[in-house]
């Protein structure tokens, strides 16, 4: 046991010896480490946000349905439950034609006011105001209360919505592929990187190799090493993104005019990242260092 617990700190020693011992190389991979997760960490950052905004617009779908003028207050009621009746529905509002004309004004401005004066004889709909529960199902929906009676139509902005998906979904789809790529790219970069700093140290294995060092025992100096470059690589990432987020979302959240701009909260997200990124950076340093000192150990 006391035989183990110092071999564990004579690799511990080593890694950190040979931190020191490779200057400009440990530079150079905690750099190359450090840009990479500089961009891995901002490009997951901004898909993951896009898709909170995306699910947030696509949650904002709704529909209305139009109930005919000479449906009473009784068919009004009916027509409501068999609304709540169809499995997909998830929410239902009552609209009135008096909260229709007050939505017209509003919407219309300064122009609109002369609406009011229809108030007394309103010409509108009342209206149903429905949400499904998959905003996907939006369509099939609509499409059942239009065979509703009392029914006069239903307005979704069908193409749109349409539209809306498909964007939303080819989004998400490239977003993933890009971020994928990407780290496929910071590993093999970096792979490189630490192989250079291996290279300089090619003769020290073959003469630990030749005077009876097991394979295990060249290879957890090199494996401390890279877990420390990526650790140190990813220190100015972390702290970069974690003031910067909550700069961006402190003032995006008051310079921003549209709803559906929405940012992750950023605790517990920023802290999700960089706990991300740091886990990114020790794996990437680990896997560059062992699978660059295998080729060295066949002697």
Do not use: C
Not at 42 to 62: C, G, R, S, W
Not at 79 to 100: A, H, K, Q, R, W
Not at 230 to 249: D, R
């Amino acid at each position: 046991m006391a035989m183990k617990v110092r071999t564990i700190r004579r690799h511990i020693r080593e890694g950190f010896k040979n931190i020191y011992r490779n200057g400009w190389m440990t530079i150079a991979s905690i750099g190359a480490v450090t840009m990479t997760l500089m961009l891995v960490g901002v490009f997951i950052a901004l898909i993951l946000n896009l898709n909170q905004m995306a699910n947030k617009i696509e949650q904002d779908v709704e529909m209305k349905v139009f109930i005919e003028l000479t449906a009473d207050d009784e068919d009004i009621k009916i027509l409501g439950e068999e609304i709540e009746e169809i499995p997909e529905v998830d929410s239902l509002t009552f609209s009135s034609n008096t909260d229709e004309l007050h939505d017209l004004v509003e919407g219309l401005g300064d122009e609109g006011h002369s609406w009011l004066l229809l108030e007394d004889d309103n010409p509108l709909n009342h209206a149903y105001i429905v949400r499904a529960i998959d905003p996907k199902e939006t369509e099939k929906v609509a499409t059942s209360i239009e065979g509703l009676e009392n029914v006069e139509k239903v307005n979704f902005g069908k193409d749109v919505v349409k539209l809306l998906f498909k964007f939303n979904s080819y989004a998400r789809n490239i977003g993933i592929v890009l971020v994928i790529g990407l780290l496929l790219t910071a590993i093999f970069l970096i792979s490189n990187t630490i192989k250079l700093t291996i290279m300089a140290r090619s003769t020290e294995i073959g003469i630990m190799k030749l005077v009876g060092a097991t394979n295990g025992f060249i290879r957890w100096p090199f494996f401390i090493e890279g877990m420390l470059l990526g650790i140190l690589g990813a220190v100015v990432p972390i702290t970069t993104i974690l003031v910067g987020y909550l700069y961006v979302e402190n003032n995006l959240s008051v310079q921003t005019a549209f709803s559906f701009v929405d940012l992750l909260p950023y605790n517990p997200f920023a802290w999700q990242l960089s706990l991300m990124l740091l886990l990114l950076g020790i794996i990437i340093g680990v896997w560059g260092s062992v699978m660059s000192v295998r080729k060295f150990l066949k002697v």
